[in-house]
């Protein structure tokens, strides 16, 4: 399988427990992306990385999330003390720096904080 | 912040018609970017046209950019019920800022019906 994988799909957590996102980019993709997205809304960009320098951060990355790409190849993304404002769709992407910074995207993982 | 609105919001038409949707976007770009997103799912990435480019094909789909109105259009031609989805436009920035982020709209629901 060639395309972005993400685990897991689905999430169900209480308030408060922390949760982690594992994301394995296409292979040679040296850019990884993590976007969230709220139902009927689109994407909106929280973290980026080249090979592992996390380069940009939005401000929608409170000091409860963190990621990380430690070896340049597969991301993690946690959030500590989750809130019920936590609750979207987790996406991440990779590309190859080239060809016009296509970005291609995994299924996702569904977040609900109860 | 998203900074693309889609136009319209939900388009419903039959098998046969075709869909055209129209993205207006606020900053300098370098390029422009249509997805499409079934339910649930992670998106697709659809065509990718430069800020350097007036118009682009790719199979039933073309897009039209205009940077001086700052909008960009996406007609898909004959549309089939698979084509159900929701599209969302797409823009990076232009180079000089440095960023690497793609900044997405709140898309558009479209609904073939057969």
């Known amino acids: 399988d060639t395309g972005v994988s993400q685990n897991p799909r689905h999430k169900i957590t209480k308030r408060g427990q922390n949760v982690t996102f594992r994301c394995d980019p296409i292979?040679?993709?040296?850019?990884l992306y993590w976007y969230r997205q709220t139902l009927g809304q689109g994407p909106e960009f929280l973290t980026y990385?080249?090979?592992?320098?996390?380069?940009?951060k939005s401000r929608l990355l409170s000091d409860r999330f963190s990621a990380e790409r430690p070896k340049g190849s597969f991301s993690t993304l946690e959030i500590q003390r989750t809130e019920q404002g936590d609750s979207a769709m987790y996406l991440c992407?990779?590309?190859?720096?080239?060809?016009?910074?296509?970005?291609?995207f995994g299924p996702g993982t569904r977040l609900l904080v109860l | 912040s998203q900074q693309g609105e889609e136009d319209p919001q939900a388009l419903s038409i039959q098998e046969g018609e075709n869909a055209t949707m129209n993205c207006s976007y606020k900053?300098?770009?370098?390029?422009l970017q249509w997805y499409r997103q079934n339910s649930g799912r992670g998106l697709v990435h659809l065509i990718l046209?430069?800020?350097?480019?007036r118009e682009k094909h790719s199979g039933r789909l073309r897009v039209t950019l205009d940077t001086s109105k700052k909008s960009s259009s996406l007609l898909i031609t004959a549309s089939r019920a698979a084509d159900t989805a929701s599209y969302f436009c797409?823009?990076?920035?232009?180079?000089?800022?440095?960023?690497?982020?793609?900044?997405f709209g709140s898309g558009t629901r479209l609904q073939v019906q057969p």
């Open positions: 797409a823009t990076l920035s232009h180079m000089d800022t440095g960023r690497r982020a793609l900044t």
């Open positions: 992407a990779s590309s190859s720096g080239q060809g016009g910074e296509t970005q291609y």
């Open positions: 900053t300098s770009i370098n390029n």
């Open positions: 046209i430069r800020s350097n480019e």
């Open positions: 292979s040679e993709h040296n850019r």
């Open positions: 990385f080249q090979n592992e320098a996390q380069l940009e």
